[in-house]
């Protein structure tokens, strides 16, 4: 299923887009896509019972803003360097185990919201990123395979990364990851059965109809099932909680000087394969 949530910010309802592309009201049937749905079986058969007969109303899509399909969110938890291709292209060298930071809830918005260009900022950063939507509570995990058992589906994520912030005013990565809109999430929340491989997805971004990004999760260094595995070992995993498993190579910060970091006005687009696609235009704080 592909599920989203639609409406003016903070007032989102929940929504299905069915086969055929048509928006189809949820409001009926759950109060919000959360966590507490997406554990929830009996209510995730209730949503494609519904859909199977025909059952959930339209909704007239015509100038309906598309929000974050996930609400309330527990926590953001990013993995960084995990793409080959990407690592090789900022000189680093590929991680021993994952590399783990965080984004603040708060950082989403929805996937064609405005994204803000922080006060100060010289190095706003490009990031198409696969996210992980967990479904059932992961803590310990054992294999790879256990990891994938607890996703609930997948979602477009664009990693919004301010690269001074984040490498040149020390401490930790969390100041260049965590500046409001950091995050935009969607279109979709795409529940696992309609993304039978996740090391299959293509991912693309556009700066001003410019391709900058065109990698596969192939090049991921830890598989999403591993990311899972590894990260309960540390802390638990929550239905609603969101994983960001990285970015491929082309991002600003590995071009060559000058380098083409965003600036008000920009127009950057992304998509990943099956997961549906954003686009925002970047403006100042």
């Given at each position: 299923?592909?599920?989203?949530?639609?409406?003016?910010?903070?007032?989102?309802?929940?929504?299905?887009?069915?086969?055929?592309?048509?928006?189809?009201?949820?409001?009926?049937?759950?109060?919000?896509?959360?966590?507490?749905?997406?554990?929830?079986?009996?209510?995730?058969?209730?949503?494609?019972?519904?859909?199977?007969?025909g059952?959930?109303?339209?909704?007239?899509?015509?100038g309906?803003?598309?929000?974050?399909?996930?609400a309330?969110?527990?926590?953001?938890?990013?993995?960084?360097?995990?793409?080959?291709?990407?690592?090789?292209?900022?000189?680093?060298?590929?991680?021993?185990?994952?590399?783990?930071?965080?984004?603040?809830?708060?950082t989403?918005?929805?996937?064609?919201?405005t994204?803000?260009?922080?006060?100060?900022?010289?190095?706003?950063?490009?990031?198409?990123?696969?996210?992980?939507?967990?479904?059932?509570?992961?803590?310990?995990?054992?294999?790879?395979?256990?990891?994938?058992?607890?996703?609930?589906?997948?979602?477009?994520?664009?990693?919004?990364?301010?690269?001074?912030?984040?490498?040149?005013?020390?401490?930790?990565?969390?100041?260049?990851?965590?500046?409001?809109?950091?995050?935009?999430?969607?279109?979709?929340?795409?529940?696992?059965?309609?993304?039978?491989?996740?090391?299959?997805?293509?991912?693309?971004l556009?700066?001003?109809?410019?391709?900058?990004?065109?990698?596969?999760?192939?090049?991921?260094?830890?598989?999403?099932?591993?990311?899972?595995?590894?990260?309960?070992?540390?802390?638990?995993?929550?239905?609603?909680?969101?994983?960001?498993?990285?970015?491929?190579?082309?991002v600003?910060?590995?071009?060559?000087?000058?380098k083409?970091?965003?600036?008000?006005?920009?127009?950057?687009?992304?998509?990943?394969?099956?997961?549906?696609?954003?686009?925002?235009?970047?403006?100042?704080?």
């Amino acid at each position: 299923m592909k599920l989203l949530r639609v409406g003016t910010a903070g007032r989102e309802r929940p929504a299905l887009l069915d086969p055929d592309g048509t928006l189809r009201d949820l409001s009926g049937l759950v109060a919000d896509i959360d966590g507490t749905l997406l554990a929830d079986e009996d209510a995730l058969g209730r949503i494609r019972s519904a859909a199977a007969a025909g059952d959930l109303p339209a909704l007239d899509a015509t100038g309906l803003r598309t929000g974050p399909p996930l609400a309330r969110i527990g926590k953001i938890v990013c993995i960084g360097l995990n793409y080959h291709d990407h690592a090789r292209e900022t000189g680093a060298e590929p991680p021993a185990e994952p590399v783990i930071f965080f984004k603040a809830p708060d950082t989403v918005v929805g996937p064609d919201d405005t994204v803000l260009i922080p006060r100060g900022s010289v190095k706003t950063d490009w990031e198409v990123e696969l996210a992980v939507v967990i479904g059932r509570t992961a803590r310990y995990l054992e294999s790879a395979e256990e990891g994938l058992a607890h996703v609930a589906g997948y979602a477009v994520a664009h990693d919004v990364s301010e690269r001074e912030f984040q490498t040149e005013r020390g401490g930790t990565w969390d100041k260049g990851k965590n500046c409001e809109t950091f995050n935009p999430l969607g279109p979709w929340l795409v529940t696992v059965d309609e993304v039978p491989d996740p090391q299959n997805l293509s991912l693309r971004l556009w700066v001003n109809g410019e391709l900058k990004q065109d990698g596969t999760t192939a090049e991921q260094i830890f598989p999403v099932g591993e990311v899972v595995r590894y990260v309960s070992r540390f802390m638990t995993l929550y239905p609603g909680d969101v994983v960001n498993t990285g970015t491929p190579a082309g991002v600003a910060m590995g071009r060559p000087e000058p380098k083409p970091y965003l600036r008000a006005g920009d127009v950057v687009e992304l998509e990943v394969t099956g997961l549906g696609r954003q686009r925002q235009v970047l403006a100042q704080a």
